[in-house]
Nanobody
Framework: QVHLVESGGGLVQAGGSLRLSCAAS????????MGWFRQAPGAERESVAN????????YYADFVKGRFTISRDNAKNTVYLQMEALKPEDTAVYYC?????????????WGQGTQVTVSS
């Protein structure tokens, strides 16, 4: 079982920045691939970025490349999403994801989400 708690969302003007944090507990954090997803009203949840267990490999969706940076601190059991040059279309609920894979299979865990609203 993995428990995730996001923080850092809010209202920001277009062009502004926000930093999301996700604190994890319940399992050795360094064994988990972590990611951020988002879901806008009326849209499906989509992947934004993910980061490997060591932090050495990252993936970004095309629509955030060059603007968002995912990072993790395994000593603090926390993953971050630094968001720069925000656009109104980035408005969504952002969810932290833990992708757990072990001998028993694969399981996804989700946080409760944090709202990001970008005004034009």
């Amino acid at each position: 079982q993995v428990h995730l708690v996001e923080s850092g969302g809010g209202l920001v003007q277009a062009g502004g920045s926000l930093r999301l944090s996700c604190a994890a507990s319940g399992r050795a954090f360094s064994t988990i691939t972590m990611g951020w997803f988002r879901q806008a009203p009326g849209a499906e949840r989509e992947s934004v970025a993910n980061i490997s267990r060591s932090g050495g490999t990252t993936y970004y969706a095309d629509f955030v490349k060059g603007r968002f940076t995912i990072s993790r601190d395994n000593a603090k059991n926390t993953v971050y999403l630094q968001m720069e040059a925000l656009k109104p279309e980035d408005t969504a609920v952002y969810y932290c994801n833990a992708d757990v894979r072990d001998l028993t299979g694969r399981r996804d865990y989700w946080g409760q989400g944090t709202q990001v609203t970008v005004s034009s």
